[in-house]
């Protein structure tokens, strides 16, 4: 079976860095993804990594480590509308070319 | 343009109907997926479609059916054997592996 972990809530300023942690376990692991999802809205596509190393895209950064199950999602520069649920998601071999999601990080960024 | 539809954005069903929710896509992508979101329960994933004419049960298919018929169409049916159905529904196409999903807008369903 899968198993992802994320904090539920996190809270920073505006200007500031932080850094959302996943762990997961899975018996097939074959990429993970980061997306972020406005209250209401669908999920957007953030980043995808499936070798270990950090992914950089503006930003966000994503880092994986396959050995340690580990990934964390890096934000910098916070800006308001960054305020979002961000959530990691697994893909899994015996689930085919699905995703497999964590519950979601609530990020709440003030001024 | 092209993308992923699903209608309606709301809707509301007595208890004991049977609905269907509406996911087309023009994307001319293979691989289909419904994801039930519930307050604080992240993404579920409720079945999914590699290829047309064939489907898979996700973690939670209980009360719940889909067909696909075409490749841009990929309805679920949400049953009256599905206990607690109201919840937003999400449809989710992928170009590819090594690429995300790209989201329908959702359906908010709630059962009264």
């Known amino acids: 079976g899968q198993n992802i972990d994320q904090p539920t809530e996190m809270t920073a300023t505006e200007g500031a860095i932080v850094q959302i942690n996943c762990t997961y376990q899975?018996?097939?692991?074959?990429?993970l993804f980061w997306y972020q999802q406005h209250a209401g809205e669908a999920p957007t596509f953030l980043s995808y990594n499936v070798l270990d190393g950090l992914e950089e895209k503006g930003r966000f950064s994503s880092f994986l480590s396959r050995s340690k199950g580990y990934s964390y999602l890096l934000l910098k520069e916070l800006q308001m509308k960054d305020s979002a649920s961000y959530l990691c998601?697994?893909?899994?071999?015996?689930?085919?070319?699905?995703?497999?999601f964590g519950k979601g990080t609530t990020l709440s960024v003030s001024s | 343009d092209g993308g992923i539809t699903q209608s309606p954005k709301y809707l509301f069903r007595k208890e004991g109907q049977n609905v269907t929710l509406s996911c087309e896509q023009n994307l001319n992508h293979d691989a289909m997926y419904w994801y039930r979101q519930d307050p604080g329960q992240g993404l579920r994933l409720i079945y999914y479609?590699?290829?047309?004419?064939?489907?898979q049960k996700g973690d939670i298919a209980e009360g719940y059916s889909v067909s696909r018929e075409k490749k841009e169409s990929f309805p679920l049916t949400v049953t009256s054997a599905q206990k607690n159905p109201t919840a937003f529904y999400l449809c989710?196409?992928?170009?590819?592996?090594?690429?995300?999903?790209?989201f329908g807008s959702g359906t908010r369903l709630t059962v009264v």
């Open positions: 989710a196409s992928l170009p590819g592996l090594g690429y995300g999903y790209t």
């Open positions: 998601a697994v893909r899994d071999n015996q689930a085919g070319t699905a995703l497999i």
């Open positions: 479609s590699q290829i047309v004419n064939d489907f």
């Open positions: 899975t018996s097939g692991f074959n990429g």
